[in-house]
């Protein structure tokens, strides 16, 4: 097989069509075998459930080649039980969780020349989803869903290293308690696009959410976790059952813990809190982590000691050994890995 021909390292973080894409549907109460396809496109009624009430939930993982040539893909069975908990959420059918992982290995093996080479920076990012199909006009779930996977190759998030953002602390809220905060709904970010392009014209990256009750604790941004390291070397990452809980900060914390021998703390974080930590990022999929250098609190400044110009020392050191566990380099922990080819 070769390799498309592509400029790996000037790709963006855009859609690229594939070759081939997994669907499968759900009628009377059971899900079909799943096919993959050529039709990038999909054909839905007018009054598709998804269109008019949103019923959609989506993953997002990667595909890397590793330094040994292998094409892996990193902890896909939290990606499915994370996508179990959306479609309860928001009563849709469960895709079985085997099944998922099947759906999501058949997709990048369909797509293996669209995998970027190692040392490219680039990866193969898969997007699965499900939505509601047939018509539904009265408020209710739908009868009929699909479950779609598609991948698209992304360029390095950063090109020229990961430099510092400044994010700003929003007067918007992005969940509610006991609402959808903790599952990946398409409706938590629809309603995010507002306070992101409000952000971005005041010259802010980002949006760090504060909790809807009490605005007194860090809760994330609109797609990435917060970590923040103390002066004395500990890992905190906020804990609120309205936060998405990200596999990368997951995986982050056994990282820290078990390879740098950190001390690791998920809890509760104040908001007073923050001006105190040695270091903060964001982390997700996309970006690994992206370091915070500044945050602006309604015209106050929190400006983190790591500064504006690289990652602070410890987030460099979780993001190096996180990302050669990606990439083959570390040892990864037992079934983080799923070897595709
Ligand atoms: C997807 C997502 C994240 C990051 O999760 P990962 O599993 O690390 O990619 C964080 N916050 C929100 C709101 C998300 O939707």
Known sequence: MMSKNIDWSSLGFGYVQTDKRFVSNYKNGAW???????????????CAGVL??????FEGLKAYTTEKGQIVIFRPDLNASRMADSCKRLEMPVYPEDKW?????????????????????AT??????????NPVIGVKPADEYQFRVFCTPVGPYFKGGAKPIVIRVSDYDRAAPHGTGHIKAGLNYAMSLYPIVDAHNQGFAENMYLDAATRTKVEETGGANFIFVT??????????????PSITRRSLMVVAEKYLGMKVEHREVYFDEVKDFAECGLCGTAAVISPVGKI???????CFPSGMEEMGPYTKKLY?????????RIEAPEGWIKVIK
């Open 101 to 121: 992982v099947d759906a999501v290995v058949k997709t990048v093996e369909a797509n293996i020349d669209w995998v970027p080479p190692y040392g490219s920076g």
């Open 124 to 133: 193969l990012y898969i997007r699965p989803y499900m939505f509601g199909s």
């Open 231 to 244: 002066k004395d070397g500990t890992l905190v990452t906020p804990k609120s059952d309205s936060i998405l």
């Open 32 to 46: 079909d075998d799943g096919v993959l396809t050529e039709d990038a496109t999909v054909n839905l009624s007018e």
């Open 296 to 302: 602006n609190d309604h015209g106050k400044e929190i």
């Open 320 to 328: 190096d050994a996180l990302t050669g566990i990606q990439m083959g």
């Open 52 to 57: 008019q009430y949103a019923q959609t939930c």
